[in-house]
């Protein structure tokens, strides 16, 4: 069983065998546990743009993230940069008039 978040792939691995009869071919199968890259939390950038909810979102996200929960982490992180896009634009926005 593989633990949650990881990825199983299944490698043909061919050789012959000196140990089977008739030195027949055999092939093995070897699983090959991948971890997925983990999700983003942006908490960086929260704290750059002064946006209180993109931070609160970013703190969420981490804390989902270190729990194992990565679906929950990654739909906080994902909140977290949209509302710190929002905050970007609008500092912008408000600095160039």
């Known amino acids: ?3 949650p978040g990881h990825l199983a792939e299944n490698v043909p691995l061919e050789g012959r065998y000196d140990g089977l009869p008739g030195g027949s071919t055999a092939i093995q199968y070897t699983t090959m546990n991948m971890t997925p890259e983990p999700p983003k939390d942006h908490i960086i950038w929260s ?3 002064f ?3 993109a931070l609160i979102f970013s703190i969420k996200a981490r ?3 270190v729990a194992g929960d990565l679906e929950g982490a990654r739909h906080y ?3 977290a940069r949209c509302l710190n896009i929002w905050a970007t634009s609008l500092s912008l926005f408000t600095l160039s008039q």
């Open 63 to 65: 804390d989902r993230k």
């Open 47 to 49: 704290l750059c743009c």
């Open 77 to 79: 992180g994902s909140t």
């Open 51 to 53: 946006g209180l909810a």
């Open 1 to 3: 069983m593989n633990p």
